[in-house]
Every structure is written in structure tokens, then in C-alpha cells.
């Protein structure tokens, strides 16, 4: 797909992969034959510079054919390069300008206690995103009122968008930081499917409070010379380097 319509952030695609599969293969109250049925469970996609990701995994829970992803990035097509709900069902909120999805979800979460709804909403960041200052105040917000229908799930592969996170704006002690906010913090291998599963299955990880899972990643993870690479971030796919990265990913 990102080769294809010339798009990037496939390092960033990577990276949340797996835990996108975990979501849509089983997590996730959802139905595709009624994306707007409202017992689903939210998802945002707050990283929303990753999209092909969810697109990917939307298509083939069957919210629309897969056939469509091969119009992404296409001049006029409504896949665009940034996840939009225009024409996608299954899409809650279209992202791109990081530190928004967070903010949003708080306030679904906080609208569907005020309702005595009983769904989940899952915001899926990225951890250089968690430089926002709006974050931190969505953060505060959902602590403050008890929304443990909030998870929070921070792609944390080390890297943003021209260096390291460490480098640009140091995170940690990051899960301290959440902890001292008023959540439960969960840490786990965001590639491993298993310990998602069993993650997810334990939440909310403490009634009255929201839940964060810093999911430990690799950036451009199954692609060896895309992994840990700022490089992928913005670099398009193609020639050579595609076919290349098509016979690892074939043998994974």
C-alpha cells in the first residue's frame, strides 16, 4: 500500500503491527455489518500518521474490501495518508495532528459513563506523541473522573520522527509519570500476541482508574534494515528495498 500510492510511516506501521491484530483480531466489541452499532467499543488511532495500519486491519475484518486498500494514497482516494472516517466505516476520528486522539477519547469515555454505557475506548498513541501538553491534560482529566473504560495503549518504540525520543524529549521515567497521574500502567512486549491478549483480558487493570499499556515495540519490527531506523519513518518503500523487504516479511 505505501509503496504503492508513494506514502511513508511504514517504520511506524510496523511498529504497532501487532498490536493492531491483537485489537481487531479479538479485543475489540466491534461489527463490521453495523460499524455504527452503539454498544461497539472506540478505537482512535491518535498515531495517525499510521493508518495503512488500520485500513489494513479494517478491510480484513471486512468493514469494506480489501480490494479498496489498493486505492491508498491515490490522488482522490478516500484512503488518504492520515487515517480519515470520511467514507471508511469503521474509522471513530480522523488523526494526524498528534496529541488530539487522547483528548477525544477521554471525552467519549467520559460521555459514555455519563450515559451508563458499558463499551471500551482504546487510543492508540505514539510515545514521541506524548510530548504534547495536551496529552498530559487528557491524562489528568481521565484520572479525575474514574474512567476505567479508557485504555490508553502508547506504542513505545523509542524513535519519533528525526531522532531518537530519548534524544528529543525524554519520556522517562515514563511509567512512573502515568502512575503519578492516576492511572494503572500495564508494560508488556507489543509483539508478543500472547502477552497482548492476556494484557487486554485484565482491563480495566483497576476499577476507577484508567488504564495505560506501554506496549514496548520496534520500530519498522520484521524488516531488518528498517528496524531502529529513523530512515523509515518517512522513506517510501520501492525498487530493491521493497522486494527485499517483501522476502523477509514473506519468510517471517
Not at 511498529?15 to 478505537?43: C, K, T
Not at 491515490?74 to 486522539?101: C, M, Q, R, W
Not at 471500551?120 to 501538553?133: A, F, Q, T, Y
Not at 518517512?234 to 523487504?245: M, Q
Amino acid at each position: 500500500m505505501t509503496s504503492r500510492g508513494g506514502s511513508s510511516h511504514i517504520g511506524s506501521v510496523f511498529s504497532m503491527a501487532d498490536i493492531i491484530a491483537v485489537l481487531y483480531g479479538g479485543v475489540l466489541n466491534v461489527d463490521p455489518a453495523d460499524p455504527e452499532w452503539m454498544g461497539r467499543d472506540r478505537f482512535i488511532l491518535s498515531k495517525g500518521h499510521a493508518g495503512a495500519g488500520v485500513y489494513a486491519a479494517l478491510a480484513e475484518r471486512g468493514f469494506f474490501p480489501t480490494s479498496k486498500l489498493d486505492s491508498h494514497y491515490a490522488d482522490g482516494s478516500d484512503l488518504s495518508g492520515h487515517v480519515s472516517h470520511k467514507n471508511i466505516p469503521g474509522v471513530e476520528l480522523s488523526t494526524g495532528s498528534l496529541g488530539h486522539g487522547l483528548s477525544v477519547g477521554a471525552g467519549m469515555a467520559y460521555g459514555a459513563k455519563l450515559d451508563g454505557r458499558r463499551h471500551r475506548v482504546v487510543i492508540l498513541l505514539s510515545d514521541g506523541e506524548c510530548d504534547e501538553g495536551s496529552n498530559w491534560e487528557a491524562i489528568l482529566f481521565a484520572a479525575h473522573h474514574g474512567l476505567d473504560n479508557l485504555i490508553a495503549v502508547v506504542d513505545y518504540n523509542k524513535i519519533q520522527s528525526l531522532k531518537a525520543v530519548a534524544e528529543t524529549l525524554a519520556l522517562e521515567p515514563f511509567g512512573d509519570k502515568w502512575r503519578s497521574f492516576g492511572w494503572q500502567v500495564v508494560e508488556t512486549d507489543g509483539h508478543d500476541h500472547q502477552a497482548l491478549k492476556e494484557a487486554f483480558a485484565r482491563m480495566p487493570a483497576r476499577p476507577g482508574r484508567p488504564t495505560c499499556l506501554l506496549a514496548h515495540t520496534t520500530k519498522g519490527r520484521g524488516v531488518s534494515f528498517m528496524e531502529n531506523s529513523v530512515l523509515w519513518h518517512y522513506r517510501t518503500p520501492r525498487g530493491k528495498e521493497f522486494d527485499a523487504a517483501m522476502r523477509e516479511l514473506s519468510e517471517d
